[in-house]
């Protein structure tokens, strides 16, 4: 998973120069909480809206409307912006950007090509959208977290499921420490009838260690990719 295929490709940059004022009405009116700030069209910093409030007086000012309205219009983003910010490349991972926002505790990354110049911006709700994604929830609603010895015993476990009449929509494994001598994995699979359903978490722990299973019910989120998915789903199952 690439930062290029799930960043923001659209990015609204700002010159250095700018004033705050302008900074503070474009993320208003977009609805971002941070701008890429660039000299000549490559990056030299990023300024949120944490930056711009921290700026600004606060309303207990002796200042009049036209004082204020003045000193926003005269500061400009170079003298509150975050200076070299961290970024990614297009071609860095999703996970390897999720580290950088992680360990340095930040929302956002600016995406920057070989020439420094911004070509997107990847955030942590872009990582949330990876994650979701890959775990197929939108399309199974059961998830069995299981315990294995090693990664030799997941040939033997997806047989295991399917031979029961599941459809694996997908599986995330990871072992807790170099030296584990277990894995963690975690199953989801589409619906099944309740009776399936048990003779296979049977199964399953004659055979693993089931640490849970779940059903999560998405359609109870309201939300427009919810509900053109939902849609899709129950046109699949009328086909087939």
């Known amino acids: 998973m690439l930062v290029k295929d799930w960043m923001t490709e659209e990015v609204i940059v700002l010159d250095e120069n700018a004033s705050i004022m302008k900074a503070s009405q474009i993320?208003?009116?977009?609805?971002?909480?941070?701008?890429?700030?660039?000299?000549?069209?490559?990056?030299?910093?990023?300024?949120?809206?944490?930056?711009?409030?921290?700026?600004?007086?606060?309303?207990?000012?002796?200042?009049?409307?036209?004082?204020?309205?003045y000193l926003l219009s005269e500061v400009r983003v170079k003298d509150i912006m975050t200076p070299d910010p961290i970024t990614v490349r297009p071609e860095d991972t999703v996970e390897y950007a999720a580290v950088l926002m992680l360990e340095n505790r930040i929302s956002g990354l600016p995406v920057v090509d070989e020439a420094g110049h911004v070509v997107g911006i990847i955030t942590q709700t872009d990582v949330f959208k990876v994650f979701v994604n890959i775990t197929g929830?939108?399309?199974?609603?059961?998830?069995?977290?299981?315990?294995?010895?090693?990664?030799?015993?997941?040939?033997?476990?997806?047989?295991?499921?399917?031979?029961?009449?599941?459809?694996?929509?997908?599986?995330?494994?990871?072992?807790e420490g170099i030296d584990s001598p277990g894995r963690q994995v975690f199953v989801r699979i589409k619906d099944l009838p309740e009776d399936k359903l048990q003779a296979l978490l049977e199964a399953l722990s004659r055979n693993y260690r089931v640490r849970y299973w779940a059903r999560d019910d998405v359609s109870r989120v309201k939300s427009p990719r919810v509900s053109a998915t939902r849609t899709a789903i129950l046109e699949d199952r009328v086909e087939a």
Not at 145 to 157: F, H, T, V, Y
Request: aromatic letters at 4%.
């Open 27 to 69: 993320m208003k009116e977009h609805n971002i909480r941070r701008i890429p700030v660039v000299r000549g069209g490559k990056l030299v910093g990023i300024v949120s809206d944490r930056d711009i409030k921290e700026a600004t007086p606060s309303k207990a000012t002796a200042l009049d409307v036209h004082e204020l309205y």
């Open 137 to 175: 929830i939108y399309y199974g609603p059961i998830q069995i977290g299981l315990e294995i010895e090693d990664s030799d015993k997941l040939d033997e476990l997806t047989h295991l499921i399917i031979s029961h009449g599941a459809r694996i929509i997908s599986i995330l494994t990871y072992r």
